[in-house]
Structure formats: structure tokens, C-alpha cells
């Protein structure tokens, strides 16, 4: 048969997606992974000995309207910038023009709240006398959340990133992770609340 | 060209080299013939996997070794690219190969071994034993002539009862605690719950084929016969600390009469 | 991209030290790999040493560790602690190190078309982060209680209780602590991976005319990157049993020594499932790219064509799938549910089929080839006959019945050693005795490296394979001695062999790592493509500079494997060469 090696040369990059999302959409699946195997051991944990569920602190609904708050503001962040310079073959060179500064304000201080919601919660628990070792419902969580927390940290880091630097896929990609930590968290709080 | 004759020379002969030495330490036998009843389906599985194996890996070999003679010494390939089609056909051979060796060992001499093991008898038709493990030694108990196990307790352990049976209790007052042997009577079906005390271990009886982690928190269940007499080492497969290599026990096969006798010796004393 | 306005000429530190070349990345990478295998190799030996002449005296080790080895005598717990080092400093800081991040980061960009990673920052950080991992390992050697001893799966509650072993004290924890930052670089690195291979390809350079290391690589980081973060789940769940009072993985009612312990109701068994979800996983990310690296050099050095590229492709995405979901198959005498168990053999012995066609595609490479039979061959046809045997033994393994009696025991250390330890070394071997001419831009001496090749696979065959049957004759893992045992006094002649074969395989390693010092400062000159391959990295010179290529960017026309098909002088052809090149029909 006749072995056809030769192509011409095409342009292969039909990928429609740049860099900065693949990293994003690859940071999410671990991130998934990683709440994923805390719920799976959340599930085998509670079929063992010594589970006593703790009623959990009311704050943490006003903090999930908090996080929603910031996830909207975020959005329409992203939705009034306006950007000036375009795509360059790989790199999405485009800058942010019309800063939405307020609505950016707006989404941070909505998520440094949530963040001291979250910090009034674990206070509350702690002054009911339920600490991290206290029950295995308590240990996760404590852990749960914290983990949570960080990589909003972590999400704030970046939106600080996409602030300094005016970055059009920097500023996108923060809010993508911003709305994937909103469900991360009503998975965590479903979790914690009803499983 | 450069060629390598002496090289070709040396891996076609090591190639051929390597089933031979498999088979001469598969020969070797150092571990007894199995003394169980299932004991033996374990082996049979294992020599099916063997033999499987082992045709399959001198037929490899062979092959690997004409091919280095033979494709060393040619100038230049003498075989291009070839049809996609072929080279699916060509797949149906590992594919059928292994279906057959693997999943078919399984199937056919694999599971009813391993449901031998692992379903439960009626009750009342096995000899239950309980095994208690602890950081290095093996505690063994016999519910005694009402066939229920007392409570037990860390406070009510003693240098003779490891396990801490509490005497008090009625359930306890006939139980039998055995420290390192674990007598048997062969022919029987016998049950073994294994709790641990700290860490996970694993009871191994070599010459039984019978191997089962136990793990604190959980009491676990094997079952086997024994179809030899005589004494056997235990051992212990999963590392649980500095004296794991020297958690040793003793199985002690006897025969069903001696059994009841020794028994009845052991709850006078 | 012009290279000259990105990769201008840099300072000493910013060119070898702290630099964003991927090439310089992954050759320190490498370097480090060489260090700690040094490490794990020693603690090897050290090993066999005791296994062979059980209580034998090392005078010099007394010497150079009065406390660890007092008049050179070998503790018990010391034993612990050295295998269970060995087996991570190897599993994570060897073989993932050179073949994954140090192949990974020198070929990924160089044989795609690209002049560097996607984010080259991203790269050169996860290499310094994957420095802290490796001193965090080796301190915990001297902490208090010395190394972690639990082996190189970490079973709790020996893992999370500290009076279990002395290893459970401080040396856990920098046990979890190094494994945290392996996790973080390896996560990095993975990204940056997958980004460079899905948008930095040359022009032409479509994902079926990849060569198959890239293929390999790319498959390795996915893996990776899904089954790291159970590991991490299960690792901050233990350091919190461990600092933190929490019970998941120490159940209620525990004693040792008489002391109770005072955890309540957690359940050993996860932390089981969680560690081998990556566990099994992780093999997959080790021998991959050693089976890729070896198709490339049994295709170039037997000038073929690789026989079943696209099935390969499609065995190794199978392969990659279900190894993520038979990780129970560690676990058959776990006490976890024996359907379950089933259920996990059935699956297991499903990859043999892949498996077995990928080793069926090796073979058939060589058929009707012209084979130049070089260092690098060698190897390469060594990590074939491994694969095979090795691949054998998982037969044996993954099938419940027959596991019963092998589990925990030499056969499985004789296994394991085969796969995630033959295959993955001899590919690595293979790949530097390949890639060092374009490296270095010299040779690495044949002669020498033949003679590597004898000791390493006699010696290999003489450990391992024997090992096989130590354990088929009833030999448990991690004994530090079998003096208890009557039964298994028979096999002591068989231990002193695999201790031999052990010194003959050091000795080969030391001849390698005097042919790598040789050679790097006197080895033949190698010219830009001094083995007729096909690659993108072999247009570049050798060694390339900063950016890869000194002419314009690469363009693709054909796939990797074009080889054994054309007559006249040149018998392939480059993956750049035009349509002049036309191929032969076969
Ligand atoms: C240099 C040659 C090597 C020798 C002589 C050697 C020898 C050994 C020995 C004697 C054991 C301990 C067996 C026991 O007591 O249970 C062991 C364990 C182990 N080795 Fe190697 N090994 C070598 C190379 C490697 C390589 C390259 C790897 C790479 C993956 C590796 C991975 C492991 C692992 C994972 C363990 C298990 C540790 C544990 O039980 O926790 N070894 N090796
Ligand atoms: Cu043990
Ligand atoms: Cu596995």
C-alpha cells in the first residue's frame, strides 16, 4: 500500500483556546480533585465510628450570599472592560482599558468579607466548644473551609495580578476561578449541611 | 555500516538465557506443598499463570533473539511502513493471547478460590477463632464450651492474656487465650476474626496459602482448612514496626481427637 | 517569534543557575536525579548488605554515622527507615525526576517545534520549589527518631501515631511536608506540559505526527495532574491526625504498649484507597515515558518505521484511563470488601491487553530492521525484554487468588522493581546515551557503555528476578532479617546472589557516571544529527542554545517515524524535509 508520509505543513493550532485557559481549566480539574477526595473520604469517614453532626453556624448562609455577591460583581467586571490590542498568534496581548474599577473593588471587598464570615464561623464553633478535634463532622469542617478559603486567597492574589498588570485573559481567567470556587463552596456547604 | 557481531553474539544468547533461568528457579521449590483445602486452588492458579506466562515469555524471548541475530546483520531494513489494517490484525494476537491467559485464569480457576475463602459457612459448622495482633506477637482465643466470646478490655490484660478477657463476664469465664499458637484440628473448616490493637498486621500461614491483613477497627474474617498436621510458622506481611520481621507464631495442626483432648487439658489448667 | 530579541546572551548565573531554558531546567533536573539516586542506590545497598550477611558489621558506616550505625551494626529501626526512604527518594526524586521533569522538560518544547515551554517562569519555579522537596527529604534523616518508617505508603495508624515506630516521630511529618512540595512542583510542571503540548506546536506539527515520547509526556502530566490531589487530601488528613488530634485514619480503642491511644473512630482503609488512587496512577506517569523513549530509539538505532503508531496512541490513552480506576488491586487482603476485589482483578487484567500490544509493537519495530546495535540500542532493547517480564508478574499480581499468597511479599518487590524500576532506569539510561550527543554535543564513550549495558542487565536480571522467587517461596517484604523462619532458611543462597548481582549492578552504575565525567569534557564531537534520526530536535545544533534553533522556526511535514522507507543514500527522512523527500511505497 502506498505510505503517504508527506503533508504540506498546516497550520495545527485549531485550538481554540489560549495558554492561560488551559492552565486555568488544568488548575480546576485539580482543584476538583482535590474537594472531590475530601468529599469521598467525608462519606467513608461518616461510616465509621464516633460521627456526631454539628450544627453548623448560621453566618455561613450570609456567606454564601456574600461569595455570590462577589461572583456577580466579578462578572460584570469582566463584562465592562473594555480592551484595547488584540490576540498575537498565542499570547491574548489584549489590555484592559476602561478599568471597572468599581465593581473590581467592589467583588474584593465583597470576598475579604466572606472570607471574615467565614473566620466568624470557625469563632462561633470554637465558643460552642467544638474545635478541630473535638468530632471527625468538626474536623472537616474546619478543613474544608480553610482549604477553601486558601485558594480564594489564592484567587485574590490573582485578581491582584489581573489589576496591576491590566491583562485581558488574566482579568478573565479571575473570574472564571471565581465562579468555580462559588461552586466549590455550595458543594462544600451541601456537603457539610445535608450528606 | 558498523556492525557488532560480538554484541548481536552475546544478547541473542542472553536472550535465550533469561527463560532458562527462570526455569531453573522455578523449579527450585523450597515451600512445601500446600496443607489446605484451598491451598491447593491457589497453586493450581499460580502454575496456570506460570505456565502461561512461561511460554509466553520463552516464545518472546526466542523471537527477540532471531530478530537481534538476524536484523544486526542486514545493511540496511528491509521492511517499511505497513498497512494500518495489518498492524490491527496483528493486535488480535496479544489481545486474544492475554483474554485467554488472563481474564480466563480468573474466571474459571480464580473465583471459586476465591469464594472458598471468603463465604461464609453455615453456622455452627465452623470452628470460630478469634486473632488479636499487637506490636509483635499474636494473641489467639477459643470461645470455650458456651461458643461466646467474653469482653474484653486493655485494663484486663495480663503477660498470659494479651487480649484482656474480662472473667467477670459469663460470656468470658470458659474463654481460652492462647499467646503465639494457634492450634487447630485438621479436616475442620476454620473461622478466624482478626481484630489488631494498633496498628494494621497480617497473618500469614505460608504452607496454608492463606495471607489477611488485619486491621484495627475492623475484625475481619478468613476461613480455610487445614488438611496436614503438624507445626507451621506464622508470620506477619505487613509492616507494622521495628519487631515486624520477628512476629512469629505457630500453627499447630492436630488431629481432631488429640484437638478436643488438648482443649479439654487447656481449660483444667 | 524572532529568538534573537527573547534570547539574547546571558550572564553566568541567569544562563546555568537560575535559568528559564527549558533545556537548562531539565538537565538540572537530571543533575539532581544523579544526586539522589546516589542517595537511594546507597541506601539499596546498604540494604542488601544486611539481607546477605544478616547483623554483619560495617565498620566504615560506623565510622562515618557513630549514632545511625553504632560500631556499624544496622538497627531494626534504621532498616525502616532505609527502605522506606529508598523507595520514595527513587519512586519520586529519581526516576519521576530525570524521566518525567528532566526528559520531559529537555525533549517536550524541542521535538514539538517550540523554543521554549509556555511559561518558562512557571518552569524554572517548579524546579526550585522541587529543590526544598528534596533537602526536606534528606533532613528528615536527622531529625529525632530518624527518617520516616512506615515504608513508601505510609500506612496509618503506624504512620500517624508517633510511639508507633521512631520513624513516626519528626520524620513523618517532613516525610508529608516533602511529598507536599513534590506535589506543588510536579503540579506546575504538569501544566506547563500539557499547555506546550496542546498550543506550542510548529507548523505541521499535528497531534498524530508527535513522536511518541511527547505523546507519553503528555499522557504522564494528565495523570498526574487527576490523581495528585487525592494524595494531598490524604496527606493534610494525616499530618492533622498526626499535629492536630484528628481521628481519620486511627480508629477508637488502640493501645500500644499498653498505653491507649487516644483517637476515636477513623478508619485506616481510606487513607489506603486515597494513596493508591494516586499510587497505581503514579506507575503509569513513571512508565510511560520510558516506553515512549524507547520506541524512539528502537526506531532510530533499527532504522524502522515504529510499527502501530496510531495503536499505540490509542493503547496508551486506555492504559491512562483505566489505570486510574484499579487501584484496589493493592488491596485485595486489605480486609476491604472481596467482590470488590473482584471487580478490581477484571479490571486489572484488562490492561494486560494494552500492555501487551505496546510490548507486541516493540517487537515488531525491530522485524526487518537493520539494527545498529550502540549503547543506546542496548538499553533500549533491555527495557523491552524488561517490560515483558515484568508485565508477566503483574499476572500474577492483579489477580486476586494468586495475589493472596504473592501480596507483601519478594515477589512483589521483584515486580515492582522490574516496571517502575527496570523499565523506567534502562529507558532513562537509553535516553542519555541518545540524547547526549545533542546534550553536550559529545559522545558518550561506546565501549564503556556497552560494558555498562552487560553489568547493569546481568546484575538487573540477577536481583529482580530472583527476587521473583524468594517470594514465590514465601519471603515477606520489608523483613530485616528472615533468621526466625526455618522454612526460609533455604533461600538464603538466593539472597547472597541478588546482594552480588546488586554490587555488580553498582559497580556498572559507577563505570556510567565515570563515562558521563569522561566524556563531557572528552567525548567525541557530535555532529547536529550524528544518529540519521527524524526529529525536530536533531535539525537544532548540538548542544542547541537558548531558543532551540538557530535558523527560522521548524516546519512540519511528515511524521516522526519516516525511516526504512526510502532507497538511495539517505534512508529517511527528517519530519522537515519537503516534498522533495517523496517516500517509497512499501
Ligand atoms: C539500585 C538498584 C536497586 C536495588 C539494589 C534495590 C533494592 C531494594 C530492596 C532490597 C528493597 C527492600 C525490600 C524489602 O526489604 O522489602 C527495595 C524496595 C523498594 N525499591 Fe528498590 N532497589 C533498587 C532500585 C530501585 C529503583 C530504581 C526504584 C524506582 C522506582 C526502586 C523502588 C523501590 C520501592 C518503591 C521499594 C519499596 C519500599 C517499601 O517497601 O516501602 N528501587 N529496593
Ligand atoms: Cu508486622
Ligand atoms: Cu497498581
Known amino acids: 500500500m502506498a505510505a503517504t508520509y508527506f503533508e504540506p505543513a498546516r497550520e495545527v493550532r485549531a485550538l481554540p483556546v489560549s495558554n492561560s485557559q488551559i492552565v486555568l481549566y488544568g488548575v480546576l480539574a485539580t482543584v476538583t480533585m482535590l474537594f472531590a477526595a475530601f468529599a469521598s473520604a467525608y462519606m467513608v469517614r461518616q461510616g465509621s465510628g464516633g460521627w456526631q453532626p454539628v450544627a453548623l453556624p448560621g453566618v455561613l448562609w450570609l456567606n454564601t450570599l456574600l461569595l455570590a455577591g462577589s461572583s456577580a460583581t466579578i462578572e460584570l467586571a469582566r463584562r465592562q472592560s473594555r480592551t484595547v490590542g488584540g490576540t498575537d498568534g498565542l499570547a491574548n496581548r489584549a489590555r484592559l482599558d476602561a478599568a471597572p474599577t468599581r465593581w473590581l473593588i467592589g467583588s474584593n471587598l465583597l470576598a475579604f468579607a466572606f472570607l471574615a464570615g467565614q473566620l466568624l464561623s470557625w469563632q462561633q464553633l470554637a465558643a460552642a466548644g467544638i474545635y478541630l478535634p473535638t468530632n471527625p463532622h468538626a474536623s472537616f469542617f474546619y478543613i474544608m473551609t480553610g482549604l477553601h478559603g486558601l485558594h480564594l486567597l489564592g484567587g485574590l492574589v490573582l485578581l491582584a495580578v489581573a489589576w496591576i498588570t491590566r491583562r485581558e485573559t488574566t482579568m478573565s481567567c479571575a473570574a472564571t476561578y471565581w465562579h468555580f470556587l462559588g461552586l466549590v463552596w455550595l458543594g462544600v456547604l451541601a456537603l457539610l449541611k445535608y450528606a | 555500516m558498523k556492525r557488532s557481531p560480538i554484541t548481536a553474539l552475546l544478547l541473542t544468547v542472553f536472550s535465550l538465557l533469561v527463560p532458562v533461568y527462570g526455569y531453573f528457579l522455578w523449579s527450585k521449590k523450597i515451600l512445601p506443598a500446600p496443607a489446605s483445602l484451598h491451598g491447593t486452588g491457589i497453586d493450581a492458579m499460580i502454575k496456570y499463570s506460570m505456565v502461561c506466562t512461561g511460554l509466553m515469555l520463552l516464545a518472546g524471548h526466542v523471537v527477540l533473539a532471531v530478530f537481534i541475530w538476524k536484523y544486526s546483520r542486514q545493511d540496511r531494513a528491509t521492511i517499511g511502513r505497513v498497512a494500518g489494517k495489518t498492524e490491527w490484525r496483528w493486535a488480535l494476537l496479544p489481545l486474544i493471547l492475554m483474554t485467554v491467559v488472563a481474564e480466563g485464569g480468573v474466571l474459571v480457576i480464580g473465583l471459586p478460590v476465591w469464594k472458598q475463602l471468603h463465604v461464609t459457612g453455615k453456622p455452627g459448622e465452623a470452628v470460630v477463632i478469634e486473632v488479636v495482633a499487637q506490636q509483635f506477637q499474636w494473641s489467639f482465643r477459643y470461645p470455650g464450651p458456651d461458643g461466646k466470646f467474653g469482653e474484653t478490655g486493655l485494663k484486663y490484660a495480663t503477660d498470659y492474656d494479651l487480649i484482656g478477657v474480662n472473667r467477670k463476664d459469663p460470656a468470658g469465664k470458659d474463654d481460652l487465650v492462647q499467646t503465639a499458637v494457634l492450634t487447630v484440628p485438621a479436616g475442620k473448616l476454620i473461622h478466624l476474626k482478626m481484630k489488631s490493637k494498633d496498628v494494621i498486621h497480617s497473618l500469614f500461614l505460608p504452607v496454608q496459602r492463606v495471607k489477611q491483613d488485619v486491621v484495627p477497627g475492623m475484625v475481619i474474617s478468613t476461613m480455610f482448612t487445614p488438611t496436614k498436621t503438624g507445626k507451621y510458622d506464622i508470620l506477619c506481611t505487613e509492616l507494622c514496626g521495628l519487631g515486624h520481621y520477628k512476629m512469629r507464631g505457630v500453627l499447630n495442626v492436630l488431629e481432631p481427637a488429640a484437638y478436643e483432648e488438648w482443649l479439654k487439658e487447656e481449660a483444667e489448667e | ?586
Open chain 3, 1 to 586: 517569534m524572532s529568538n534573537h530579541e527573547q534570547h539574547a546572551p546571558l550572564g553566568f548565573w541567569r544562563k546555568y543557575v537560575f535559568s528559564l531554558d527549558h533545556k537548562v531546567i531539565g538537565l538540572q533536573y537530571i543533575g539532581m536525579a544523579v544526586v539522589m539516586a546516589l542517595l537511594g542506590s546507597g541506601l539499596a545497598m546498604i540494604m542488601r548488605i544486611q539481607l546477605a550477611w544478616p547483623g554483619a558489621k560495617l565498620s566504615w558506616l560506623g565510622k562515618l554515622f557513630p549514632n545511625a550505625f553504632p560500631e556499624g551494626l544496622l538497627a531494626p529501626e534504621h532498616y525502616l527507615s532505609i527502605i522506606t526512604m529508598h523507595g520514595t527518594v527513587m519512586v519520586f526524586f529519581v526516576i519521576s525526576l530525570a524521566l518525567v521533569s528532566g526528559f520531559g522538560n529537555y525533549l517536550i518544547p524541542i521535538q514539538i517545534g517550540a523554543r521554549d515551554m509556555a511559561y518558562p517562569f512557571l518552569n524554572a519555579l517548579s524546579f526550585w520549589v522541587m529543590v526544598p522537596a528534596c533537602l526536606v527529604m534528606i533532613a528528615s534523616f536527622f531529625v529525632e527518631g530518624g527518617a520516616a518508617a512506615s515504608g513508601w505508603t505510609a500506612y496509618p495508624p503506624l504512620s500517624a501515631l508517633k510511639n508507633a515506630v521512631p520513624g513516626s516521630q519528626w520524620g513523618q511529618t517532613l516525610w508529608l511536608l516533602a511529598m507536599a512540595l513534590f506535589i506543588v512542583s510536579f503540579t506546575m510542571g504538569g501544566l506547563n506540559y500539557v499547555t506546550t503540548v496542546l498550543n506550542l506546536r510548529a507548523k505541521g506539527m499535528s497531534l498524530m505526527r508527535m513522536p511518541l515520547t511527547i505523546w507519553t509526556m503528555f499522557i504522564a502530566a494528565i495523570i498526574g495532574l487527576v490523581s495528585f490531589p487525592p494524595l494531598t487530601a490524604a496527606a493534610i488528613m494525616l499530618l492533622f491526625d498526626r499535629h492536630g488530634g484528628t481521628s481519620f485514619f486511627v480508629p477508637a480503642g488502640l493501645s500500644i504498649a499498653g498505653k491507649p491511644v487516644m483517637h476515636d473512630g477513623g478508619t485506616p482503609l481510606l487513607w489506603q484507597h486515597l494513596f493508591w488512587f494516586l499510587g497505581h496512577p503514579e506507575v503509569y506517569v513513571l512508565i510511560l515515558p520510558g516506553l515512549g523513549i524507547t520506541f524512539e530509539i528502537l526506531a532510530t538505532h533499527a532504522r524502522k518505521t515504529v510499527f502501530g503508531y496510531k495503536m499505540i496512541v490509542w493503547c496508551l490513552i486506555v492504559i491512562a484511563v483505566l489505570g486510574c480506576v484499579v487501584w484496589g488491586h493493592h488491596m485485595f487482603v486489605s480486609g476491604m470488601n472481596p467482590w470488590l476485589g473482584e471487580f478490581f482483578t477484571i479490571g486489572t487484567l484488562i490492561i494486560t491487553i494494552p500492555s501487551a500490544i505496546i510490548g507486541l509493537c516493540m517487537l515488531a519495530t525491530l522485524y526487518g530492521g537493520s539494527l545498529r546495535l550502540n549503547a543506546a540500542l542496548l538499553f533500549a532493547l533491555g527495557t523491552l525484554a524488561l517490560f515483558g517480564t515484568g508485565g508477566f508478574g503483574g499476572v500474577f499480581l492483579g489477580n486476586a487468588t494468586s495475589d493472596i499468597f504473592l501480596h507483601d511479599s519478594y515477589f512483589v518487590v521483584g515486580h515492582f522493581h522490574f516496571m517502575i524500576g527496570g523499565v523506567t532506569l534502562f529507558a532513562t539510561l537509553a535516553g542519555l546515551y541518545h540524547w547526549f550527543p545533542k546534550m553536550f554535543g559529545r559522545h558518550l564513550n561506546e565501549g564503556l557503555g556497552k560494558i555498562h549495558f552487560w553489568l547493569s542487565i546481568l546484575g538487573f536480571y540477577g536481583m529482580f528476578l530472583t527476587m521473583h522467587f524468594v517470594g514465590i517461596n514465601g519471603a515477606p517484604r520489608r523483613y530485616y532479617d528472615f533468621k526466625a523462619y526455618k522454612m526460609l532458611e533455604g533461600l538464603q543462597t538466593y539472597h547472597l546472589c541478588i546482594t552480588i548481582s546488586a554490587f555488580t549492578f553498582a559497580v556498572a552504575s559507577i563505570i556510567f557516571l565515570l563515562n558521563v565525567t569522561w566524556s563531557l569534557w572528552r567525548g567525541k564531537k557530535a555532529e547536529r544529527n550524528p544518529w540519521d534520526a527524524t526529529t525536530l530536535e536533531w535539525v537544532a545544533p548540538s548542544p542547541p542554545p537558548h531558543g532551540n534553533w538557530d535558523g527560522p522556526d521548524p516546519v512540519v511535514h511528515r511524521w516522526p517515524y519516516d525511516l526504512s522507507t526510502h532507497a538511495g543514500a539517505k534512508d529517511f527522512a527528517m519530519q522537515t524535509e519537503g516534498p522533495d523527500k517523496a517516500p517509497v511505497t512499501s
